[in-house]
């Protein structure tokens, strides 16, 4: 059973900056697509970043230019550069593990709080 553990989370003012990572448990999440979603209260949960196995970034709308996904297959790892913040940008974020191996597989974390406020 694959695990994903993140962390990074917190409070910061606008304009300020935060890293989360995400640790994954299990071999497999090497050639999986990872990603960051993020959900605020009362709406949708949305694609905030991906990155794929082989270091591709896809990034949604209102975040380009101001967040950055990088991974590190050897440390099962996957992080979240975030700078910029914006008080819209106050959610739970989630890591996702995405792939197929015979059969597709879908993980997520337990998510970590992201609060923006001055």
């Known amino acids: 059973q694959v695990q994903l553990v993140e962390s990074g989370g917190g409070l910061v003012q606008p304009g300020g900056s935060l890293r989360l990572s995400c640790v994954g448990s299990?071999?497999?999440?090497?050639?999986?697509?990872m990603a960051w979603y993020r959900q605020a209260p009362g709406k949708q949960r949305e694609l905030v970043a991906a990155?794929?196995?082989?270091?591709?970034?896809n990034y949604g709308d209102s975040v380009k230019g101001r967040f950055t996904i990088s991974r590190d297959n050897a440390k099962n790892t996957i992080y979240l550069e975030m700078n910029s913040l914006k008080l819209e940008d106050t959610a739970v974020y989630y890591c996702?593990?995405?792939?197929?191996?015979?059969?597709?597989?879908?993980?997520w974390g337990q998510g970590t709080q992201v609060t923006v406020s001055s």
């Open positions: 299990g071999s497999i999440l090497k050639i999986a697509t």
């Open positions: 990155i794929t196995s082989g270091g591709n970034p």
């Open positions: 996702n593990a995405q792939g197929q191996i015979l059969t597709r597989f879908n993980y």
